[in-house]
């Protein structure tokens, strides 16, 4: 199994990024699936989370700026990041709780992180 992101880059205060994560491999079933960020120095923090049924769960410090969703049929996680400031400048992570084919138990798999950088 691998996720695969992408979407980061350079943007200026107040811009948008949209970034994307796709699980493929041997997939049955896909559980929850988030985005995280990590600054040098920092532990890693989530970001947003949504549920297989489309439940989301975002930190205090995104609500209202930024917006999990996903498509099932693709296994395929998005995060639309608005209003950006220069504090959301972090190595974006998407992960996923995913059971393999032939198996009930789910593990968690991470992607290789993206560079997001909100800068002037």
């Known amino acids: 199994v691998q996720l695969q992101a992408s979407g980061g880059g350079l943007v200026q205060p107040g811009g948008s990024l949209r970034l994307s994560c796709t699980a493929s491999?041997?997939?049955?079933?896909?559980?929850?699936m988030g985005w995280y960020r990590q600054v040098p120095g920092k532990q890693r923090e989530l970001v947003a989370l949504?549920?297989?049924?489309?439940?989301?769960n975002y930190a205090d410090s995104v609500k209202g700026r930024f917006t999990i969703s996903r498509d099932n049929a693709k296994n395929t996680v998005y995060l639309q990041m608005n209003s950006l400031k220069p504090e959301d400048t972090a190595v974006h992570y998407c992960?996923?709780?995913?059971?393999?084919?032939?198996?009930?138990?789910?593990?968690?798999?991470w992607g290789q992180g993206t560079q997001v950088t909100v800068s002037s």
């Open positions: 992960n996923a709780d995913i059971a393999v084919i032939g198996s009930k138990w789910f593990s968690t798999y």
């Open positions: 491999g041997n997939i049955n079933s896909i559980n929850d």
């Open positions: 949504i549920n297989r049924g489309g439940g989301t």
